[in-house]
T-cell receptor
Framework: GQNIDQPTEMTATEGAIVQINCTYQTSGFNGLFWYQQHAGEAPTFLSYNVLDGLEEKGRFSSFLSRSKGYSYLLLKELQMKDSASYLCAVKDSNYQLIWGAGTKLIIKP | EAEVAQSPRYKITEKSQAVAFWCDPISGHATLYWYRQILGQGPELLVQFQDESVVDDSQLPKDRFSAERLKGVDSTLKIQPAELGDSAMYLC?????????????FGPGTRLTVL
């Protein structure tokens, strides 16, 4: 079967750095996506990785290792508005998105 | 900035009633998706359209759910009759296509409560 694992919940402090991990086992790989979802709202696109390495976009960075089936999302200079769920999703060999259950990130002052 | 439109934003209905959700994708996006999301879980794909054709509806409960995209633009998802277990967020997303880097963009969703 296909599987994406993320921690259920993480807590971090305002101004700090947090790393949210995602491991995947899918039938084929055609890219990995990270989405942010605030409570009661729809997911919004954050980043896309298809090659190994780090992609940086402002305070957010995403890393991919295809050989390890592993990605992480790095959030720097945390702000209270970063409190949200972060969803990892992988495009499989059929170009279907396989979704993780999301990691709820709680930011404390 | 172009956005996916959905309506209604909230819907409360009684079980056994019919409900319908509407979605208007980003202009030029050929692929449209309907997802269902339960609190604490990732989105579950219900149906995927490429233009007006259904590409994947393997997870759509066809005894009560139906979806159409008649002119290959906007789409409607219907539930008849609604059951208590249908209470969830219904999300519509669109993308240019289904290629490797094609990103899905989501509408605001419809929160359905079945009483």
């Amino acid at each position: 079967g296909q599987n994406i694992d993320q921690p259920t919940e993480m807590t971090a402090t305002e101004g700090a750095i947090v790393q949210i991990n995602c491991t995947y086992q899918t039938s084929g790989f055609n890219g990995l996506f990270w989405y942010q979802q605030h409570a009661g709202e729809a997911p919004t696109f954050l980043s896309y990785n298809v090659l190994d390495g780090l992609e940086e976009k402002g305070r957010f960075s995403s890393f991919l290792s295809r050989s390890k089936g592993y990605s992480y999302l790095l959030l720097k200079e945390l702000q209270m508005k970063d409190s949200a769920s972060y969803l990892c999703a992988v495009k499989d060999s059929n170009y279907q998105l396989i979704w993780g259950a999301g990691t709820k990130l709680i930011i404390k002052p | 900035e172009a956005e996916v439109a959905q309506s209604p934003r909230y819907k409360i209905t009684e079980k056994s009633q019919a409900v319908a959700f509407w979605c208007d994708p980003i202009s030029g996006h050929a692929t449209l998706y309907w997802y269902r999301q339960i609190l604490g879980q990732g989105p579950e794909l219900l149906v995927q359209f490429q233009d007006e054709s259904v590409v994947d509806d393997s997870q759509l409960p066809k005894d009560r759910f139906s979806a159409e995209r008649l002119k290959g633009v906007d789409s409607t998802l219907k539930i008849q009759p609604a059951e208590l277990g249908d209470s969830a967020m219904y999300l519509c997303a669109s993308s240019l296509g289904t290629g490797e880097s094609d990103t899905q963009y989501f509408g605001p969703g419809t929160r359905l409560t079945v009483l």
